[in-house]
């Protein structure tokens, strides 16, 4: 006869089987592995979008048409060097050349108030209505043109 023995007990916890239920086993090696080289392949592919982005002489999204507003606005968001702040020379060398664009500091150091914002926005719609103001001043001009034309006159 066989003597039976008692099991024996098991001790903390195991973690093989554990991570085996979970999808994490040997078995699963091969397929992390292709998962983990997709990532990396992935986060290269954003990486280079992003230096690109960073660096390119052609700008992002050049296939979009941009308004005339906006392009007439691209100079305020360009990036800027600033030069380090206890380098003197390139200091007085950035405020010389128009010092940080929004600051209250101006190019002869001089504290300007900022209501640049307030009165661009005015500008800009009075420029609009200058323009249209012209173009129906040309058309009607035109119209009275044509109808003395019409009638005989010369008019050039």
């Known amino acids: 006869m066989v003597r039976r023995r ?3 007990v098991k ?3 195991e973690w093989a089987k554990f991570l085996s239920k979970v999808g994490m086993g040997k078995e699963d090696y091969y397929f992390w592995k292709q998962i983990g080289k997709a990532l990396v392949c992935t986060y290269t592919v954003c990486f280079a979008a ?3 982005n960073e660096t390119s002489p052609l700008g992002w ?3 979009k048409p941009r308004p005339k507003e906006e392009k007439e606005l691209a100079h305020l968001y360009e990036r800027r060097e600033f030069p380090y702040p206890g380098d003197q020379e390139a200091m007085e060398e950035f405020i ?3 010092g940080m664009i ?3 500091i101006g190019p002869r150091g001089l504290i300007e108030t900022d209501n640049n914002a307030v009165n661009f926005q005015k500008e800009l ?3 609009k209505f200058e323009q249209e ?3 129906m001043w040309m058309r009607m001009r035109n119209e009275v043109i044509a109808e003395l034309q019409e009638k005989g006159y010369d008019v050039e």
């Open 102 to 104: 929004g600051s209250t």
């Open 6 to 8: 008692f099991q024996d």
């Open 11 to 13: 001790s903390g916890f």
């Open 96 to 98: 010389a050349k128009g």
């Open 50 to 52: 992003w230096w690109y």
């Open 61 to 63: 999204w050049t296939l």
């Open 133 to 135: 103001a012209q173009k």
């Open 125 to 127: 719609q009075d420029k």
